[in-house]
């Protein structure tokens, strides 16, 4: 496909290869703009479907909460995994029912807990003895899981120790989560966000299996296991399709924890990202002295408009310019805010068309998760992440 674009003399040439793509190159934006083909995540919901057998699908809110995805897979009959009042009100108010929505965030208000509580919702999860006491006394009664610590995670984009308790606190908390009049029900976990291959699930889920299995010999009937997020998107490196991905982690969990009852799967990132596609444009390209090895590439968007998970540089996005095809060389690539933490790319430079400058507009592939909630509101005068959903 050939489109012109003012200021360019020259036609230019994107490789376009379905409808997302299109839009994002024909289409007019005035600011940096996340695309949403919220087609894209249904085909995406079925294909991970058919991969977890009984498994439920809970969306992780956070990683696209725009209001298309969110109906769209409430039609389709998901269930979600909220982490705050916020998004428990924006689930509610478009149609979901309290009982399909799990309050999976193991650090919450009082009064939060009390408004899901008088909401309906009967799902929440714990890590620690003084969140089980919350829970109790504004949530009698309910159903709670324990979060557990992954320590071997693999992922490109690990959840640190923020989260989860080892085995003998779980368990601990399992006999504490009774004697509050609670229904300790099983256990969750996150294996780690962009875990790209289901095989390193495989430490994991041993490490987590005994504590499994220790509750149940210590007499709790556990009907319930969380297995989290961390399917991956495709951002250039090898990954299985989803449907072979998602089999694969479930028969890696039935081979370890024998038959589990409910089985709750949490894709926030591999459910929505690959249905998404951010527009932005080059501000500047330079070098800073004559021997520079690396061209500087300023882009219109950066780490505090939607590039947040650029940080650390293991999750490293597709850039599609009007100039591929031509000579590429290493690029440094930064956002256009006056922090100089506003760097992209800079350890592992970006190979791009070394013909590449101001003006020319640049597609970023599979950008659907976690851009345009991390944009910030307005950081030095820059518009937050425009969201379209075509
Ligand atoms: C963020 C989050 C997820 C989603 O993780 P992905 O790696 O994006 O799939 C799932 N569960 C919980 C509890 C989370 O906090």
Redesign the pocket.
């Known amino acids: 496909m050939t489109v012109m674009f003012a200021g360019v003399s020259a036609p230019v040439r994107f490789p376009v290869s379905n409808r997302l793509e299109k839009f994002c190159a024909t289409a007019e934006f005035d600011k940096p703009t996340l695309v949403l083909d919220v087609d894209r995540v249904e085909q995406q919901y079925h294909a991970l479907k058919a991969g977890l057998g009984h498994a439920d699908i809970h969306y992780?809110v956070?990683?696209n909460p725009h209001r298309d995805i969110l109906e769209r897979l409430i039609a389709l009959g998901s269930h979600f995994?909220c982490?705050s009042r916020g998004e428990i009100e924006l689930c509610l108010s478009l149609g979901a029912k309290p009982e399909t929505i799990s309050y999976?965030?193991t650090v919450k208000r009082s009064v939060d807990i009390d408004y899901a509580h008088r909401a309906g919702i009967t799902m929440f999860?714990a890590d620690a003895e003084e969140e089980l006491e919350k829970i109790a006394e504004h949530a009698p009664g309910a159903q709670v899981y324990i979060r557990l610590i992954v320590e071997l995670s693999q992922a490109d984009?690990p959840l640190s120790r923020k989260f989860g308790c080892d085995k003998a606190t779980a368990l601990g908390l399992l006999d504490y989560a009774k004697v509050l009049g609670l229904k300790p029900v099983g256990f969750?976990f996150?294996v780690g966000?962009?875990t790209r291959r289901a095989e390193m699930w495989d430490a994991t889920l041993d490490r987590l299996a005994e504590t499994w299995n220790a509750a149940k010999d210590g007499g709790h009937e556990l009907t319930l296991l969380n297995i989290?997020?961390?399917?991956p998107a495709f951002y250039g490196e090898a990954i299985e399709g989803p449907t072979d991905y998602a089999s694969n982690v479930m028969a890696l969990v039935t081979a370890k924890f024998g038959h589990v009852p409910r089985v709750m799967a949490?894709?926030?990132?591999?459910l929505v990202a690959e249905a998404g596609m951010i527009v932005a444009e080059v501000v500047l390209t330079s070098r800073k002295s004559d021997r520079d090895m690396h061209r500087w590439v300023y882009l219109s968007i950066g780490r505090f408009s939607g590039l947040a998970e650029t940080e650390g540089e293991a999750i490293r996005y597709q850039f599609v310019t009007p100039r591929d095809g031509d000579p590429v060389g290493p690029c440094i690539m930064a956002g256009p805010s006056c922090d100089s933490a506003d760097v992209l790319y800079e350890k592992r430079p970006m190979n791009l068309p070394l013909t590449l400058k101001a003006g020319d507009r640049i597609m970023i592939k599979n950008t659907g998760?976690?851009t345009s909630t991390y944009s910030s509101v307005c950081f030095n005068g820059f518009p937050p992440l425009d969201v379209v959903a075509i």
């Open positions: 992780a956070k990683a995994d982490a999976g965030n999860s984009w969750s996150h966000s962009q989290g997020g961390g399917f949490e894709p926030g990132r591999g998760a976690y």
